[in-house]
């Protein structure tokens, strides 16, 4: 007897059930499945990860179009508002900052800029007990923006087809610190085996172009910063170039010291006796105006002064000062071969204490200012100002006064009828030494010379010693500061400039 067929209903049950008991090609459905959220995710992440990449583009882009703009900011409010009329610093501004973001493929309008006023506080320098008042900066941003189509991410809310990229950058003109070295135009040469100690101080020059500031050799450097106007050349070129901050490009140091210039004279500028030259004796200004029975001149500005109208020159001997200003004229200037120039009856300039932590001394009280004298028709001096060259036996201790007109000078040397700056005759006109037993506290000025500076690093011990000069060639173990100047001409300090990121 044949069995009858099973009915259908039984086979595709049977088939069912050998369905779901069949575990074959499980794992490549899961994989299927699990593979479309993966490349999904993977996808996503992608074009986030474009969106950050295209945001770091738009960021260095803003740096540099608010770098630009802060730049002409600058050079139209400082330089050529004060000359010219009708300028616009921020319409100015505005068409640097729009033409650098153009030239790195963005546009950008002037509704994506502004000029923010920000304030920042300002730590002291090393030493200073003056606190500076908070810093206040015309900044200029800038904000430049990029549309870019959505993809996966439009699964997601907000639902837009775009996503807008945005990157702003903010950039302005700040005090980078106190210099105690500043070329105002010739430039600044650190070289052979130099020991430049200006720890907490910036190093400047004004000089445009190449070798704004020059290292040669190997020297050792330890400062806040070095700045230039021109190239800093071999300024990252020595391991034994130590600097705090790093090497700035600086759009250059205002003059701290050109309102000298303008201090009138006394009436009386008629020579009064000096020294023998060569001196190898004891000369006292005391002793000089009591053999002459008059006292210090006065004038209702200045103060007590006296007037040298032929060389001081020291050999062996010893030159002892009053308090108050001295003025070289008729082209007199000041050589010490060796011996001592002192001010006794001056407050004596301190020898600061090293120990970190220790209270540093003031140096304000009495003191004197050398001033080299050069043409001035009012006066009837027709000569340019006489040279400094004070040798590396000569002991020189001496500090500024810290009240008059004359306040924190110690040497000024007017300028002379031409500039003497680069003269190429292989001399300086400034040429400064002095040995270990040298003290000195105060401002060098000599804006239209050469200065030799040799200093022995003992020059710096009262915690205030600043060069301005023309051009400046530093060698030997010096040593600068300006921790303590505040007690002898507060604000006055030359402050360097330089164009920062400020967001």
């Not at 086979?11 to 299927?32: C, E, H, I, S």
């Not at 400062?223 to 901050?245: M, P």
């Not at 001997?317 to 003025?327: A, K, S």
């Not at 540093?360 to 006066?379: D, E, H, K, M």
Request: net charge positive; charged share 15%.
């Amino acid at each position: 007897m044949t069995p009858s067929p099973a009915p259908p209903f039984n086979n595709v049950a049977r088939r069912l059930k050998a369905l779901r008991q069949d575990r074959r090609g499980a794992t490549a459905a899961f994989f299927g499945v699990a593979s479309l959220v993966v490349i999904g995710f993977a996808a996503l992440a992608t074009e986030v990860g474009r969106w950050y990449d295209i945001r770091r583009d738009l960021q260095n882009v803003a740096d540099v179009a608010a770098i630009a703009g802060a730049k002409r900011f600058s050079v139209a409010t400082n330089i050529l508002a004060p000359v010219q009329t009708g300028i616009n610093a921020e319409a100015q501004a505005r068409v640097a900052a729009i033409d650098a973001a153009s030239r790195n493929g963005y546009t950008i309008t002037n509704a994506d800029i502004s000029f923010p006023n920000l304030t920042f506080t300002v730590n002291p320098p090393p030493g200073s007990v003056v606190a500076p008042p908070p810093l206040s900066v015309t900044a200029i941003s800038v904000t430049v923006n990029r549309d870019e189509n959505k993809l996966l991410t439009r699964l997601f809310p907000p639902a837009t087809t775009t996503q807008r990229i945005t990157a702003t950058g903010v950039a302005g003109l700040i005090n980078n610190g106190n210099a105690c070295i500043l070329a105002l135009e010739g430039g600044l040469i650190m070289g052979g085996s130099t020991n430049i100690q200006a720890p907490g101080c910036v190093i400047a020059s004004n000089r445009t172009g190449n070798n704004s500031i020059r290292v040669n050799g190997n020297p050792v450097v330890v400062a806040a910063s070095l700045e230039s106007v021109g190239t800093c050349t071999g300024c990252t070129s020595s391991n034994r170039i130590s600097l705090t901050n790093g090497v700035f490009s600086t759009p250059g140091v205002p003059d701290p010291y050109a309102d000298l210039k303008n201090i009138p004279l006394p009436l009386d500028i008629s020579t009064q006796s000096g020294p023998q030259n060569n001196l190898n004796s004891t000369w006292r200004v005391a002793d000089a105006l009591a053999a002459s029975g008059l006292p210090m001149r006065n004038d209702p500005l200045i103060g007590d002064y006296y007037v040298f109208g032929s060389n001081v020159d020291i050999g062996n001997g010893t030159v002892d000062l009053l308090p108050g200003t001295y003025f070289f004229r008729n082209g007199a200037g000041l050589e010490m071969r060796s011996g001592r120039l002192i001010c006794s009856t001056c407050t004596q300039p301190p020898v600061q204490p090293t120990t970190p932590g220790s209270p540093q001394l003031s140096i304000a009280g009495s003191g004197v200012t050398l001033v080299f004298l050069g043409p001035n028709a009012a006066r009837g001096l027709t000569a340019n100002p006489g040279d400094i060259d004070i040798s590396a036996s000569a002991e020189v201790v001496l500090k500024a006064p810290s009240t008059g007109p004359y306040r924190g000078m110690l040497i000024y040397r007017q300028e002379p009828a031409t500039s003497q700056i680069g003269g190429g005759n292989g001399t300086q006109e400034v040429s400064i030494q002095g040995n270990s037993n040298s003290n000195i506290a105060g401002a060098i000025y000599v804006p239209k010379a050469d200065v030799d500076w040799r200093g022995n690093a003992s020059l710096a011990r009262a915690g205030c010693l600043v060069v301005v000069g023309g051009s400046i060639d530093s060698g030997g173990n010096s040593a600068f500061g300006a921790g303590r100047c505040d007690d002898l001409r507060v604000g006055l300090v030359p402050r360097t400039q330089v164009y920062r990121l400020l967001q």
